[in-house]
């Protein structure tokens, strides 16, 4: 698949002032994509589109560059410490994607030009927790891979990260575009992992992402490079016939992929959930999706701020964990599973 090209690009002004401000804007006007100034990338006016959802899909081809204000990193547990803010928003439409509901009306991509400032305000996360190490993930608010080939940021967070003794990065993708990453100084601080899931999951509720073969193409490229490698198996998903394709993946996992000890692969389960805000916004987004959503079928799970969410009831999410915990350890023995949750 080709990287994204967005269909229309707002600046805020301030972000001219930046080397990747300055690049970007000139790219896009030689390429005639439309650009045009918004004052906030917190409000962005004018993406056409005649109803909520043909303004949906537009904003998810409409680019915003801009500057990251506030340098307060979010918590990003289990994964890491903190979020790294480097982007926000994806292209892809994953039905189940939790932006559909963090983001709201703002489903626009949005990339930071002040990439020094984030970066010096992880430093001091770091200082702060030192000789702890500090643990970042790179892709709590966006597919961070999807966008790299317009920023570079990742590269520089990749590099940076490399530099520091106590600090770490990850972040997960299901984008092939890492050739740009290959070469990057990580010193084996960076955490490279990729979404993983059925055929049934990636052909029904991933659109606008790389197919499996894609995937599994860039993890071997990014495990020749030397990162720490992991897949992320998400959301695991119950359908007819959920064992056998799980199984059919790890087998296909496993006579692809090339990688050596120094990878150090790592498996993280999550099974699907979701919130009664999250299915409204789905079932009007994507209206004929497959992805069930019944909570006669679920079990309640509170969550941080009391917030409610669906997951699988306990006896069925015991038999997700044993029978894709049983994959790792029958196909990879030499894998950790970091979580299930
Ligand atoms: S690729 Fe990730 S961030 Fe993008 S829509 Fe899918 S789940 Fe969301």
Redesign the pocket.
């Known amino acids: 698949m080709k990287p994204f090209v967005p269909d229309m690009v707002f600046f805020e002004p301030d972000s001219l002032n930046y080397p990747l401000g300055e690049t970007l804007v000139e790219h896009y006007r030689k390429l005639n994509i439309p650009v045009r100034q918004t004052t906030s990338h917190n409000q962005v006016r004018g993406i056409p589109g005649d109803t909520a959802l043909q303004q949906y899909r537009n904003a998810k081809r409409t680019l915003v560059v801009g500057l990251k204000k506030s340098l307060k990193f979010e918590p990003s547990l289990p994964s890491a410490e903190y979020a790294l803010p480097l982007a926000t928003?994806?292209?892809?439409?994953?039905h189940?994607?939790?932006?559909?509901t963090t983001l709201g009306k703002k489903p626009y991509i949005r990339v930071y030009v002040n990439v020094d400032d984030i970066l010096k305000r992880a430093e001091q996360y770091i200082q702060e927790r030192e000789p702890e190490i500090t643990r970042f993930d790179a892709?709590c608010?966006?597919?961070i891979v999807?966008v790299e080939h317009i920023t570079g940021s990742l590269k520089r967070a990749i590099e940076f990260m490399g530099k520091q003794t106590n600090g770490r990065l990850r972040f997960?993708?299901?984008?092939e575009h890492v050739d740009s990453l290959l070469d990057a100084e990580h010193n084996g601080h960076t955490r490279f992992r990729f979404?993983i899931n059925t055929d049934y999951v990636i052909k029904y509720l991933?659109p606008?992402?790389s197919r499996m073969d894609g995937r599994m193409a860039a993890a071997n490229k990014v495990a020749a490079a030397g990162y720490p490698l992991g897949f992320i198996v998400a959301p695991i998903i119950r359908y007819d016939g959920w064992m056998n394709d799980y199984e059919t993946l790890f087998q296909k996992l496993k006579e692809r992929l090339r990688y050596k000890p120094e990878n150090d692969l790592t498996f993280e389960l999550i099974q699907h959930r979701y919130t009664m805000t999250a299915k409204k916004i789905i079932q009007e987004r994507y209206p004929n999706t497959q992805l069930r959503m019944e909570e006669s079928e679920r079990q309640k799970k509170y969550g941080r701020y009391g917030r409610v969410k669906y997951v699988y009831p306990k006896m069925q999410a015991q038999e997700i964990k044993d029978h894709i915990t049983g994959l790792v350890h029958d196909y990879f023995p030499d894998a950790r599973v970091e979580y299930f949750t």
């Open positions: 928003g994806c292209m892809a439409h994953c189940y994607c939790y932006l559909q892709s608010t966006s597919d999807g997960v993708t299901k984008f979404s991933e606008g992402t």
